[in-house]
């Protein structure tokens, strides 16, 4: 009779067996996954940067189309108005006599910041051809605390709306 070896688990197995991952092969792993985890927080902040800019350009367009929207409105009523800004609420309001005509909120991304005008803050004020003797500036800031300056100046259809960059002001464009 032969007899043949056996280990204890009943199979020809080898002495050494291979439990786990290298060394290697660990750093390499792990450098792969910091590479794919650095890109993509680049990416997210990239994306939080665009969509903040892209935010305070639509409010400020909002802010501007509503100016536009209530010169047209006095003219085609043939009526005064004041647009009010309260900053508090965050929202703009056309008024005529005491009757609000109408309102618009801004988003929570952005908030007004302060409103100065040349009359004693009573508003912007418009008169019946559409036209303003009223000048000012709107002071926005966004969630990065970028600060945006909408300036409208006397009698004239021109509103300029401008980035806050160290200590100057910028044209947005």
Do not use: P
């Not at 043949?4 to 009943?10: H, I, P, Q, S, T």
């Not at 639509?58 to 108005?81: A, L, P, T």
């Not at 703009?92 to 803050?121: A, C, F, G, P, Y």
Request: with cysteine; glycine share 6%.
């Amino acid at each position: 009779m032969i007899f043949k070896c056996r280990n204890l688990e009943g199979n020809f197995k080898s002495k050494f067996v291979r439990r786990g991952f290298t060394l290697i092969e660990m750093i390499l792993v792990l450098s792969i996954m910091g590479i794919i985890g650095g890109a993509s927080v680049v990416s997210v902040r990239y994306y939080n940067t665009m969509k903040n800019k892209v935010d305070a350009d639509y409010s400020c367009n909002v802010i501007v189309s509503f100016i536009n929207n209530s010169k047209m409105y006095c003219r085609e009523n043939s009526c005064s108005g004041v647009i009010k800004f309260d900053v508090q609420r965050n929202e703009i309001k056309l008024v005529r006599d005491t009757n609000m005509v109408s309102k618009q909120i801004l988003s929570n991304k952005i908030t007004m910041e302060r409103v100065i005008w040349n009359n004693e803050n009573k508003g912007f004020l418009i008169e019946k051809d559409g036209y303003s003797d009223t000048s000012g500036s709107i002071y926005l800031k966004d969630n990065n605390l970028n600060e945006y300056k909408i300036t409208i100046r006397v009698a004239s259809k021109f509103i300029e709306i401008k980035m806050k960059v160290g200590s100057n002001y910028v044209s947005v464009k």
